[in-house]
């Protein structure tokens, strides 16, 4: 069982910056991946940044060179800044925590809302 908690959500306007955290409530040693992802109303949920346990990340396009997804093992935390933020970027951010056995555990989210 892992739980994990996300904050650093909240309004900002477009071409701000905002930094979120993600606190697993266990080591994230033994994770096979730890991800963002975002659902907007009426969207389905999808990826928005990965890093593997090997240090790999990989972006959706529309967040590429904007976006950098990080972890500090020490905190058991992972991040992810955002940078050049747009309207298209309002969604709830979920953390996820997948398992050497492909399973995942998932925040419930953080709001970040992009507008004038």
């Known amino acids: 069982q892992v739980t994990l908690v996300e904050s650093g959500g909240g309004l900002v306007q477009p071409g701000g910056s905002l930094r979120l955290s993600c606190t697993a409530s266990?080591?994230?040693?033994?994770?096979?991946?730890m991800a963002w992802y975002r659902q907007a109303p009426g969207n389905q949920r999808e990826l928005v940044a990965d890093?593997?346990?090997?240090?790999?990340?990989t972006y959706a396009d529309a967040v590429k060179g904007r976006f950098t997804i990080s972890v500090d093992s020490t905190k058991n935390a992972v991040y992810l800044e955002m940078g050049n933020l747009k309207p298209e970027d309002t969604a709830v951010y979920y953390c996820?925590?997948?398992?050497?056995?492909?399973?995942?555990?998932w925040g419930p989210g953080t709001q970040v809302t992009v507008s004038i």
């Open positions: 996820n925590y997948r398992t050497w056995s492909f399973y995942d555990y």
């Open positions: 266990r080591s994230i040693f033994s994770m096979y991946s």
């Open positions: 890093i593997s346990s090997g240090g790999s990340r």
